[in-house]
Nanobody, 117 residues
């Protein structure tokens, strides 16, 4: 199982970024996928999730209305469109497959998102 996050960067408050999570080594379309983030000095937190086929999504209250999670099963890729970014969104963003308290993959490198003027 391999997950590779990309698309992070430095953006001003109010700006946008689109993160990608490229997956390999497992049947991508079978699993619910999630985004997580870890800010400096804080524990990793769940951000958003998307169901395997019907596209049902869920979001943390802190990002609801600003972030949109999506997936392309044919490309084995998940996305996170982040709009109206705030300084408190600054974190390393990770993707993974939640399995009831554990995860299908070890944590990757993540992609750094920095929101600052």
């Amino acid at each position: 199982v391999q997950l590779v996050e990309s698309g992070g960067g430095l953006v001003q408050p109010g700006g946008s970024l689109r993160l990608s999570c490229a997956a390999s080594g497992f049947t991508f379309s079978t699993y619910v996928m999630s985004w997580y983030r870890q800010a400096p000095g804080k524990e990793r937190e769940w951000v958003a999730a998307i169901a395997n086929t019907e596209g049902t999504t869920n979001y943390a209250d802190s990002v609801k209305g600003r972030f949109t999670i999506s997936r392309d099963n044919a490309k084995r890729t998940m996305y996170l469109q982040m709009n109206s970014l705030k300084p408190e969104d600054t974190a390393v963003y990770y993707c993974n497959i939640p399995l009831g308290g554990r995860y299908l993959s070890s944590w990757g490198q993540g992609t750094q998102v920095t929101v600052s003027s």
